[in-house]
């Protein structure tokens, strides 16, 4: 089967190889069509994104390398535009929403950059209630994606980053399922798909993809649809275990 892979990551942002690198990789691996999609700036950290300034030749970029290997593969330029990002998505083939912190008081909290950083979090700014947090996730995951005009969900329970395999909270909690399901039925009425990302494979702090099977279960009942993204930050995570996870998936 010839893959597409709409969520990379590049030197722009925080990738480890070029645009250039990405898309010949993916051509050296047959796909069909590569999306290189870095992370939109944020106020609170800018350290792991896409400056700004830099979006127009970021852009030029990408449209070079679409016309330079139109022939051999796809190439698209989109944005993984963050929930705490106000750039113009003028420009861009397609928008992935992401939420990678939750406001509070002024200040943030990254669910999906440390673990220790979570549970300082939690103590600091919810009581050492975590599905406090949680919830004001989820709030933010479907308000956010309602309001940008977001072409596809990213990696929508990315809070369990850190839950192999030393869980910080439990997923069959009634506060958490009916969390992640209200936002979910929210963001259904978008009509755009939710990714099944193995980025955290890829990088070890996995062993399954984001959304975990309920929900991707929960998200197929309702006419939802899935596509699989391997949030690659390199060359070999391009489709990180794509074959495997298609046929879970298809089945769950």
């Known amino acids: 089967m010839r893959y597409t892979d709409l969520h990379t990551h590049t030197v722009f942002s ?9 898309v010949l990789a993916a051509i050296d691996k047959n796909m069909a069509c590569i999306g290189i999609s870095d992370h ?14 830099k979006i127009p030749e970021y852009q030029r970029t990408i449209r070079q390398l679409k016309e330079k290997y139109r022939d051999r ?17 003028q420009g861009f083939d397609y928008v992935i929403g992401s939420v990678h912190h939750v406001d509070v008081e002024g200040d943030s909290v990254p669910v999906d950059w440390r673990a220790d950083l979570i549970e300082k979090g939690v103590e600091q700014y919810f009581g050492g209630d ?5 919830e004001a996730y989820y709030r933010k995951a479907a308000t956010f994606a309602r309001k940008k005009g ?16 030393t869980p910080l909270f439990d997923t069959e909690h009634p506060r958490y399922k009916k969390a992640w399901m209200d936002a979910v ?17 890829a990088r070890g702090y996995r062993t399954t993809p984001y959304p975990a099977f309920p929900i991707a279960r929960y998200i197929r009942s309702r006419g939802g649809r899935l596509i699989l993204s391997s949030d690659a930050h390199s060359t070999n995570g391009l489709c990180c275990e794509f074959d495997k996870w298609q046929a879970v998936y298809d089945n769950i």
């Open 14 to 22: 925080d990738g480890k190889n070029t645009p250039e690198e990405m």
């Open 40 to 53: 939109s700036y944020t106020k609170m950290d800018a350290s792991y994104a896409l400056p700004p300034e």
């Open 73 to 89: 593969i796809e190439v698209l330029c989109g944005i993984e535009l963050d929930a705490c990002s106000d750039i113009s998505t």
């Open 130 to 134: 975590i599905y406090a947090l949680i």
């Open 150 to 165: 977001i072409d596809i969900i990213g990696h929508i329970d990315v809070l369990t980053k850190f839950n192999e395999p």
């Open 185 to 201: 039925d929210e963001l259904l009425t978008l009509g755009v798909p939710f990714e099944i990302n193995t980025g955290a494979i």
